[in-house]
């Protein structure tokens, strides 16, 4: 299941009890962000954490040649950026905007308040952390031992997950071919090769950046994650 490779912490907000929830709309504090501007950059100290309230947003780590490694994109209504203020740390990562977005900036303080006051954000935050941890570990045998072509196959059923709008017909992934090439470990002139086989073979269309999935039960057969 494409679950195996997207953690999102969507439903901690949701399950919350009422008067939990309204602690947070108190603390939020929202700001707009530009496409491309950035949120966080990796080795910088947090003083605090985000949630995403609309728009998309990517995380990131550069490899030793300067070029970045997408490990996740965030959609409205996940938290993120809590890792390293629950370990005290630096950030491991960076994350962008990849889309005008409006989040909310919550500080250490008042998260940690809300830990210690709400015993059901501890369990969903915990629930979350775990979810993560899986995520990753399959994300990192999949870039190590899967193909191009399985890599950008699952990689677009992750998006199609990503972009998909409940009521609403068809989805469109509306991402960069760099950002989708940073996503499959590949580079662009790859991806290209690859997305062309795809169109060919009619599992997928394409109009200007934008991509639509036409037949996901062969993408799903191509990446191969049972």
């Known amino acids: ?18 008067a939990d929830k309204e602690l947070f709309e108190k603390i939020m504090v929202d700001k707009k962000y530009r496409k491309n501007h950035p949120i966080f950059t990796e080795g910088t100290l947090p003083s605090g954490i985000f949630y995403l309230q609309s728009g998309k947003v990517k995380k990131y780590k550069m490899d030793n040649d300067g070029r970045e490694q997408i490990i996740y994109i965030y959609n409205a209504g996940e938290f993120f950026g809590y890792s390293s203020v629950l370990s005290e740390s630096t950030y491991g990562d960076t994350a962008v905007a990849i889309e005008n977005a409006i989040i909310s900036f919550i500080t250490i303080k008042d998260f940690n308040e809300i830990l210690d006051e709400s015993s059901s954000f501890s369990r969903l935050l915990l629930k ?8 990753l570990a399959n994300l990192m045998a999949v870039l190590s031992q899967r193909t191009v072509r399985e890599r950008v196959a699952l990689n677009l059923l992750i998006l199609h997950d990503k972009y998909k709008v409940d009521g609403v017909a068809h989805t469109y992934i509306m991402l960069s071919r760099s950002d989708l090439a940073n996503m499959a470990g590949t580079v662009i002139e790859t991806l290209a090769r690859v997305l062309h086989d795809f169109k060919y073979d009619k599992l997928i269309s394409t109009d200007g950046r934008k991509i639509q999935l ?8 191509i990446a191969n994650f049972y």
Request: no cysteine.
């Open 128 to 135: 979350s952390l775990s979810h993560e941890f899986g995520v």
């Open 1 to 18: 299941m494409i679950t195996k490779f997207t953690f999102n912490s969507q439903y901690i907000l949701s399950e919350l009890p009422s």
């Open 214 to 221: 036409l037949n996901i039960e062969r993408l799903v057969q």
